[in-house]
């Protein structure tokens, strides 16, 4: 462990004076810029005191034996920082001064606190939580790691320690060390504030370091296919077994709206038949749980039967043989390239289709919410696009309405 800035300083408050009009003295610790406060119980003429000397001035008993004291509280504070060093503990302010209190129970550690949680969450996987959720937080528990590390020097800190200027940091140590965009060090920024919230629910912290901190999402423009140019990979025909099936893949998710790891997932329980003889896909999000409710078109349903008898299928017990998302995506920007689409073609781009075809052909935003696994219409939102045709569309009743 490296070792850590570490000072005390006896000091009076002139403006806090007791009813007998001295000052009570304090002592200062700070270790690594951090700073706790101990009261130890004497006070001194204003006058009497030396600031450069942290003492009282004079020689008579009185302020021999205050200046005793005073040496005796350093003395001690300086033992209990040389305990920890030698056991290799954490050192920081707050430890120090629950020590000096005789607070034998050892402060709730922040990591620690994080791992117990996502042991927790990890036992729950499948039924309060999904796998993406839980690897998110586990994730967050190691960029928080490095960052305490790094700035602190420390391979742990109390939860009685994370500030503002703390949280701050790590948002600034995310998107720099980490390359996050504002988003997704959101995302982690948010996984802290759940554990802030249950160490505040828990009374091992009074105050909520999050209280003056508002996130702001920025919502990026996202890319979409439209109608003619699904059209164009649908009629393009691939020799490569490999560029075939990321195809009919890609092509599925464009009319069902299903995310990648969905897809992937999907089996044919998910699928079934209604009343009506019409099929659907039925099936909780692997991201949130939230039930997907889709129709089947003529085309996925073709799909589904070309892929019903391939081996990786009837290993796994699967509808499609999904490769890997890194390989999906290589091959999709082959795809891309052969089909002459100027596109970043990726497995998500097929979702956003999904949304933006629907809206251009009339269906309701609640239908595509409720098909995508949205509970709230807001989400849909940002991955519906409100498409140039579509507004020509709906302007030609108004320039009929007002033509000269």
């Known amino acids: 462990m490296e070792r850590n800035y570490f000072s005390i300083l006896f000091f009076i408050k002139k403006t806090k004076l007791l009813k007998n009009g001295e000052a009570p003295i304090c002592l200062r610790i700070t270790v ?4 706790a406060e101990i009261q130890i119980k004497r006070s001194v003429e204003v006058k009497k005191w030396n600031n450069t000397k942290e003492c009282a001035i004079g020689k008579d008993s009185k302020t021999l034996e205050l200046n005793h004291y005073l040496e005796t509280v350093r003395t001690r504070v300086l033992r209990i920082h040389r305990e920890l060093e030698q056991d290799n503990k954490p050192i920081t302010a707050e430890i120090l001064k629950q020590r000096y209190y005789g607070e034998n129970e050892t402060p709730k550690m922040l990591l620690e606190v994080f791992k117990e949680h996502n042991q927790k969450c990890h036992a729950l996987i499948g039924k309060d939580y999904v796998l993406g959720t839980v690897l998110r937080y586990e994730r967050t528990a190691r960029y928080l790691s490095e ?6 020097h420390l391979s742990d800190v109390p939860i009685k320690e994370v500030d503002y200027s703390f949280i701050q940091n790590f948002e600034y140590f995310v998107k720099t060390t980490k390359n996050c965009e504002q988003n997704a060090a959101i995302k982690y920024l948010k996984n802290l504030r759940h554990i802030i919230k249950i160490a505040l629910v828990s009374q091992w912290i009074n105050t909520d ?10 919502h990026p423009n996202r890319d979409f296919l439209l109608e ?28 069902t709206g299903l995310a990648f790891t969905d897809v992937q997932h999907l089996t044919s329980e998910h699928i079934l038949c209604d009343n009506k003889g019409e099929y659907w896909i039925r099936k909780p999000r692997e991201k949130t749980n939230n039930m ?9 349903l073709k799909l589904i039967e070309k892929y019903k008898h391939h081996p990786i299928c009837e290993k796994k017990n699967v509808v499609f043989p999904v490769p890997t998302n890194q390989k999906m995506n290589s091959y999709l920007k082959e795809i891309a390239d052969l089909c002459g689409i100027k596109k970043n073609l990726t497995t998500h781009i097929a979702r956003h289709s999904f949304a933006c075809i629907a809206l251009a052909n009339k269906v309701s935003m609640e239908s595509i919410a409720k098909m995508l696994g949205h509970t709230d219409i807001k989400t849909t939102k940002i991955y519906a696009k409100v498409l140039d045709r579509t507004i020509s569309e709906e302007m030609q009743i108004l320039r009929q309405k007002f033509a000269v």
């Open 292 to 300: 997907c409710n889709v129709p089947l078109l003529e085309i996925p």
């Open 147 to 152: 960052y305490i590390k790094e700035n602190y």
């Open 209 to 218: 370091p999050f209280a003056e901190i508002h996130f702001k999402q920025t």
């Open 32 to 35: 690594n810029g951090k700073r």
């Open 228 to 255: 003619d140019e699904l059209q164009v990979i649908l009629n393009k025909q691939f020799n490569i077994p490999r560029l075939e099936i990321v195809k009919d893949i890609f092509t599925f998710c464009c009319f």
